[in-house]
């Protein structure tokens, strides 16, 4: 059974949480979360809330198990921006965009969600 988690418009730019957000993909649950509690990039924070966020929907909507939770898919997709202007020489502007993204977890057990543990294993 799948389950998701998202985190919208977080004030960080997509291409810079896309590499994290692979090296999540197929993990364990727990291995998933050191990963993001003791990596240094931006994006780890926004991810690990986002994952923490999808185990408690799997443990308390769902009923299933953490220890059988793995992360099918992590998908970082680009949100709205924030146009603002910076001023330049000769009383011109520049543009700036502050780039926004959209987080979301797909967390699986394996198993589908018509199907229980032991037809999933035979």
């Known amino acids: 059974m799948e389950v998701r988690a998202r985190s919208r ?33 931006k994006a780890a924070q926004y991810l690990g809330k986002a994952l923490k966020s999808a185990i408690a929907n799997a443990q308390n909507n769902a009923d299933l198990s953490v220890d059988a939770l793995r992360v099918k898919d992590a998908i970082i997709n680009e949100g709205p921006r924030m146009k603002r202007h910076w001023p330049r020489a000769r009383g011109s502007a520049s543009p700036i965009h502050k780039r926004m993204c959209h987080l979301e977890i797909v967390l699986t057990d394996g198993v589908a969600a018509g199907e229980t543990v032991e037809q999933a294993g035979a």
């Open 9 to 41: 418009f977080q004030r960080l730019s997509a291409s810079k949480a896309r590499p994290l957000a692979r090296r999540l993909r197929g993990l364990p649950v727990a291995e998933a979360l050191a990963l993001t509690q003791f990596s240094k990039m």
